[in-house]
């Protein structure tokens, strides 16, 4: 008997030190961990989801965790996962490694795979995008035109790739680019003043007088044409879907020059109907004549009376049969689209579209491709499907004969007659712009020990309505992607009208651009709205900080309330409050500057 009590007193203390030892690894792992997150400016490597800090994704319960800001038990954390180094180019919805992970079923021959596909909220990083190793403070504009860091973009092979072409070159700890294209070897500018030639415009000045001032570059490369417009006072989108040349949009906002990630496939663009005078291909190796030719409607339905399609390309010129053919083809196509030429010459031909309705009301019926119903709206874009049919001009613009607008620069300040259709009138117009003019002076006032003149270039206003936001920044060396949310009023085409340019978004969703594209995001009222649809505004806060450049700034003008719950979220962020106001008894503004960091494996490597 005295040796089984023995057996198990010696079992029971065993039992008692394995716990023990238990309780204290567990205390320890505990403390470690509390270590690692005490200290918010310290940049770790975390999990792939924040759901167990309470944002993102969905709650067991199937509450979201953002319908209420800063309610009561809401968890904020004192530091935020650093994304793996691989995703330090992460764009969310235009993520091809999604797409295979999902096996989503897309026809490679329409381009669907570069159109938008956004990850589910169980799919999503949500964590901070890392700066690639030897990141550096972007060279400033004018300068970064002809240049930028290449450790900022760390990809040469379109230096080899299009090494005759003179798109980009590498120099040192530069690349530098002199101006080239496919299609203009010898320069941008030399090939820009050829096209005004071309439409006899005076002084072969592309802008015609301040009467073009919008251009659609379609397959823009590393926007070399729209950098080259911006001397001549236009302004061009230039577009090019993350393809084989994936960076060269990144390339394009590197530099300091307007640029979207999208493609001609089977969605509308993002732009609103009637919003260019120019559209541009040069060799952009797209098959217009495909589906019934319902991409060159595309463009058909983005062009003003009386706008230009400048193609350059070999079917214009080469006398190959498949050359010849596809060029007939092409010519039968715009001519039953009421296009005529305006001028071809060598490699370049340049259409025009009619001013009015009557060439297309005096068509034989039947004739293909047929108008769009009366009841399509051209302007709806967001998640629209393209259209085989013609776009028809409004009454006002039939009976104007043409859009009936001022030249550039009156045309910013200047109410265009497309205001009546969102029903605004020339007071609200110039009350707005007015309003808009001292915020930007106030927010200006308040930056000013922080910036210099050439300190910001790439603006993103991500909730425009009118623009006057952008408007009111006409005397700063900078440009503004004029963001309006999918389920706003129509206002788009309104900042069209002024010389603006922008895009339609849904910012439950990550914006099309690629990490560290712009030096400052203006958000007024936009986490207002984003709380109101039950989206996620953690979220967009991670969203915010890739798109910005390490040293860029955020303006938030929103409820008080509101702009205190962000101000929890700076220390995780590695951002800091540059300096907070209230603007009434409701609304606060916070200025926020990000700062730079790396992670520890960039360290190593810049080492």
């Known amino acids: 008997m005295a040796s089984m009590a023995r057996g198990r007193a010696d079992v029971n203390s065993r039992k008692k030190l394995v716990t023990a030892v ?10 470690y961990f509390y270590s690692q997150n005490s200290d918010s400016s310290s940049v770790v490597y975390g999990d792939k989801s924040l759901s167990h800090f309470g944002l993102g994704g969905d709650k067991d319960d199937g509450e979201s965790s953002s319908t209420v800001v800063g309610g009561e038990g809401s968890v904020v954390p004192k530091s935020i996962p650093v994304c793996d180094d691989r995703l330090s180019e992460l ?22 795979h570069y159109e938008r596909h956004c990850p589910t909220p169980d799919r999503r990083y949500n964590c901070l995008i890392p700066p690639p190793p030897g990141y550096k403070v972007p060279i400033k504009w004018p300068k970064s035109r002809d240049q930028v860091w290449k450790a900022n973009i760390p990809h040469t092979h379109l230096a080899t790739e299009k090494s005759d072409q003179n798109w980009m070159v590498v120099k040192g700890e530069t690349i530098v680019f002199p101006g080239g294209g496919t299609h203009f070897h010898y320069g941008a500018g030399k090939y820009i003043a050829s096209i005004a030639n071309m439409l006899n415009f005076p002084n072969n000045d592309i802008n015609n007088g301040g009467r073009v001032r919008s251009v659609l570059d379609v397959g823009c490369g590393v926007a070399s044409f729209g950098g080259y417009l911006i001397s001549s006072n236009v302004i061009a989108m230039s577009l090019a879907p993350n393809d084989v040349h994936q960076n060269q949009i990144q390339f394009a906002l590197e530099r300091g020059i307007p640029a979207y990630l ?40 983005l062009l003003r009376p009386g706008g230009y399609f400048a193609y350059s390309s070999p079917e214009a010129y080469a006398q190959d049969e498949e050359d010849r053919r596809i060029w007939r083809e092409m010519s039968t196509l715009v001519e039953r689209m009421c296009w005529k030429i305006a001028s071809k010459k060598d490699q370049t031909v340049i259409w025009v579209k009619p001013l009015t309705n009557s060439c297309y009301l005096k068509r034989l019926p039947g004739t293909k491709p047929p108008l769009c119903r009366s009841d399509d709206d051209p302007d709806a874009v967001w998640g629209v499907k393209m259209k085989v049919c013609i776009s028809r001009y409004s009454d006002q613009m039939h009976k104007a004969k043409g859009s009936d607008l001022a030249p550039w620069p009156a045309r910013l300040t200047t109410p265009p007659p497309r205001l009546a259709e969102i029903h605004y009138s020339t007071e609200m117009f110039e009350k707005d712009m007015e309003v808009w003019k001292q915020r930007v002076r106030n927010y200006w006032s308040k930056l000013a020990s922080k910036i210099k003149p050439d300190t910001i270039r790439n603006v993103m206003d991500m909730k425009a309505n009118l623009g006057s936001f952008a408007a009111a920044l006409k005397d700063k060396d900078v440009w503004v992607m004029n963001v309006v949310p999918e389920n706003e009023q129509k206002t788009l085409k309104i900042i069209y009208d002024r010389g603006l340019i922008g895009t339609v978004h849904n910012w439950c969703e990550a914006f099309s651009t690629y990490p560290r594209t712009y030096d400052l995001l203006h958000a007024w009222t ?22 910005l450049r390490p040293k860029g700034f955020i303006i938030v003008h929103d409820k008080r309330s509101v702009v205190e719950y962000i101000k929890k979220y700076l220390p995780a962020l590695h951002w800091e409050a540059v300096t907070i106001y209230d603007v009434d008894d409701d609304d606060t503004v916070i200025i926020i500057q990000k700062k730079m960091w790396l992670t520890s494996q960039s360290i190593k490597v810049s080492e």
């Open 262 to 301: 999208g493609v001609l496939g089977t969605q509308r663009l993002p732009y609103p109907s009637r919003s260019f005078e120019l559209a541009h291909c040069s060799r952009c190796r797209i098959d217009w004549l495909q589906r019934d030719g319902i991409l060159l409607l595309e463009l058909d339905r």
């Open 526 to 547: 936009v986490f207002s709205d984003i709380i109101k649809k039950e989206c996620s505004p953690e979220d967009l806060l991670i969203e915010m900080d890739r798109i």
């Open 22 to 31: 238990l309780v204290l690894v567990i205390v320890g792992g505990f403390f």
């Open 91 to 112: 764009i969310p919805c235009l993520d091809r490694n999604l797409i295979y992970q999902t096996r989503l079923k897309l026809d490679l021959s329409l381009m669907e």
